[in-house]
C-alpha cells in the first residue's frame, strides 16, 4: 500500500544550527500532515501539523513546509538544542479515512555540541 | 490536549499468556486507537477503538490476537493473546481531539520472552 517515507535515517546537526527533516508522501489524496517526535523511552509528542491547503505553518522554533506538486513535506528546527535529539515521524490523512494516520519510517536528530 | 496514561508502563511476560494493557484520557473523546511500534521501526495502526461497538482493525491484526474493549468515552483495553517473543513491542494508545490531529499516550513496552 501506499505509505509516507522519509529521506534521511538518522541527521547530525550541531547545536545551534538549523535543522530539516525531510518527507515525501506517495497518496494524492493525503490532505492533513502531522509531525511527531519521539524521545527515547516515550510516547509519540505532537510538534505540528498543516492542512493541504497551505504550503507553510510555524510554530515556535519549528516550520513545516508543505510542497503538493511534489508530495514532499519538510520540518525545520530553528537553532537546534540539545533536547530537540530524538526520532521524528512525519504522517499522513487521506481524505476520507477517519484519521487514520499512516506514519513514515523516522528520522533520528542527534545534535552534536 | 489531553493527558493519556497507560497501565502498564512495561512488563515482561512468558509466552502463552495474555497481558491486557488500559488506556485512560482525562476528557470524553470521540476516536481512540491502538498502535504497535516494534523495536527501532515506526508506528503501525492496529484497530480503531469504538464506543459500545467492535473495534474496527487494519489488515493483519484480528479480533481473536488483539481484542479490544472501549466502555466508555475516557478509557479502552487492549489484549495481547497468547503472547510470543515476536509480540515484543510499544503498544500506544492514541485519541483524537480535534480535526484529525491525534494524541498519544505514553505507551507500555512489552518484552516476551
Known amino acids: 500500500g501506499e505509505s509516507v517515507g522519509l529521506h534521511l535515517p538518522t541527521l547530525s546537526v550541531q547545536e545551534g544550527d538549523n535543522s530539516i527533516i525531510n518527507c515525501a508522501y506517495s497518496?494524492?489524496?493525503?490532505?492533513?500532515f502531522i509531525w511527531y517526535k519521539q524521545e527515547s523511552g516515550k510516547g509519540p509528542q505532537f510538534i505540528i501539523d498543516?492542512?493541504?491547503?497551505?504550503d507553510k505553518r510555524q510554530g515556535q522554533r519549528v516550520t513545516v513546509l508543505l510542497n503538493k506538486t511534489v508530495k514532499h513535506l519538510s520540518l525545520q528546527i530553528a537553532a537546534t538544542q540539545p533536547g530537540d535529539s530524538a526520532v521524528y515521524f512525519c504522517?499522513?490523512?487521506?481524505?476520507?479515512?477517519?484519521?487514520?494516520?499512516?506514519f513514515g519510517t523516522g528520522t533520528r536528530l542527534q545534535v552534536t555540541l | 490536549s489531553a493527558v493519556i496514561s497507560q497501565k502498564p508502563s512495561r512488563d515482561i511476560c512468558q509466552r502463552g499468556t495474555s497481558l491486557t494493557i488500559q488506556c485512560q484520557v482525562d476528557?470524553?473523546?470521540?476516536?481512540m486507537f491502538w498502535y504497535r511500534q516494534q523495536p527501532g521501526q515506526s508506528l503501525t495502526l492496529i484497530a480503531t477503538?469504538?464506543?459500545?461497538?467492535?473495534?474496527?482493525?487494519e489488515s493483519g491484526f484480528v479480533i481473536d490476537k488483539f481484542p479490544i474493549s472501549r466502555p466508555n468515552l475516557t478509557f479502552s483495553t487492549l489484549t495481547v493473546s497468547n503472547m510470543s517473543p515476536e509480540d515484543s513491542s510499544i503498544y500506544l494508545c492514541?485519541?483524537?481531539?480535534?480535526?484529525?490531529?491525534?494524541?498519544f499516550g505514553p505507551g507500555t513496552r512489552l518484552l516476551v520472552l
Open positions: 492514541s485519541v483524537r481531539l480535534v480535526y484529525e490531529t491525534q494524541y
Open positions: 497518496n494524492s489524496a493525503s490532505d492533513y
Open positions: 498543516i492542512r493541504s491547503n497551505m
Open positions: 504522517a499522513d490523512t487521506p481524505t476520507g479515512t477517519a484519521s487514520k494516520l499512516t
Open positions: 476528557s470524553q473523546v470521540t476516536m
Open positions: 477503538a469504538n464506543q459500545g461497538s467492535e473495534a474496527t482493525y
